[in-house]
């Protein structure tokens, strides 16, 4: 009787678990990582990418899937309040999401840290395409996962490995929520670009990963959202990304608070107004044109 009572403990357990933080899998399976400068064995289970499925299980909505990329500062993953729940309110609303736990940069276990992250998105992509065919991908990213994801929907004709040139790695949608967008000193978040691209950056480099420069008429239709007295990454991010928007013609929105600082995922305690309705609204409009 007592292994019985176990055994449905733990079958229980499981459940609430999985309802929390979905159905965890390492993002490239049982294999080696392409271009990491260590062996799976080696390598600390922090530095394991991983993606967790949140898979909705009533009212399935069977055109959108979302990629949720939490941020950090590129120094950690905000897994909770940017990543599981946030996948929560979108099972709610019958969208399956996935949350991805990407590598951080370092030189101990990247061959070239600054495009590992972006590897791992892509990585993420072909995984949730493959999952959900006929599925259109929205990426929502927060502050440096703004970044991975504005990275992402700007570097899809960049593959990271070269099995993947014919890969579809572009997403649909981006939803860059108080994202760094610029890697230039007194606009940039110091951290994120240390993280990135440091400690000592080339002018190459902060060319290249700032995402204001490398926008195209082929980047997707964008959400933009931050609010106006962030001092961590300001808004002035947004405000660089949409207006390279604007001239290549490419569909986007920012929505804007006058308060909340910085990190504040999906609830501003300085409003009850919901960026995440609004972006779901955006959404249906470009789908739609209604």
Known sequence: ????????????????????????????????????????????????????????????????????IPGGGY??????????????????LGYHAYVLDYRLPKVETMKDKRFGPLQD?????????????GKKIVVIGFSAGGHLAGTLA???????????????????????????????????????????IGPVSSQTDVELFSLDKQVSKKTPPTFLMSAKDDQAVPIENSLRYQESLKRFAVPNTLYTYEKG????????KTSDADWFAEMLKWISVQKHGK
């Open 121 to 133: 998105a892509q990585m993420a992509m072909q995984r949730i395409r493959k999952e959900n065919k």
């Open 75 to 92: 120094a950690r993953v905000a897994i909770g309040h940017e990543g599981h729940d946030v996948a929560k309110r979108l099972n709610s």
């Open 154 to 196: 700007n570097f899809y004709d960049k593959p990271q490995v070269k099995g993947w040139k014919k890969a579809d790695l572009r997403p649909d949608f981006s939803i860059l929520c108080y994202p760094v967008i610029s890697m230039e000193d007194g606009v940039t978040h110091k951290g994120s670009k240390q993280n990135l």
């Open 261 to 268: 600082g910085h990190g504040f995922g999906m609830h501003n």
């Open 1 to 68: 009787m007592k292994k019985i009572m176990l055994i449905v403990f733990t079958v229980i357990s499981l459940q609430i678990n999985a309802q929390e933080t979905g159905v965890k899998s390492y993002l490239y399976g049982d294999q080696e990582i392409p271009d990491a400068a260590k062996p799976i064995s080696e390598l600390e289970e922090a530095d394991k990418p991983k993606l967790y499925a949140h898979l909705a299980t009533s009212n399935v909505k069977d055109d959108l899937v979302f990629l949720i």
